[in-house]
């Protein structure tokens, strides 16, 4: 079975891709920009620090480049 870090249909991202040493990787700027956004999201859970909507981990979601929100947001 594979795991997707997103169930966006947009998304081509998976959670392999977490591990991939070749996957490129946001900068600080954009993971804090990112981050920003999901904490005023009202799908941010933040004490899980999880999407509601996809139910992926922000904090590793928003590392990967080519990551998306899954309601549009970044």
Sequence with gaps: MVYNITMGKDDDVSF??????KQPRSDKDLYDERMAICKLCEHFNSKAQKCKKCGCF??????????????GKW
């Excluded at 392999?16 to 040493?21: C, R, V």
């Design 16 to 21: 392999s891709d977490l591990f991939n040493p």
């Design 58 to 71: 922000m904090r590793l979601k928003t590392t990967l480049l080519a990551a998306k929100c899954p309601v």
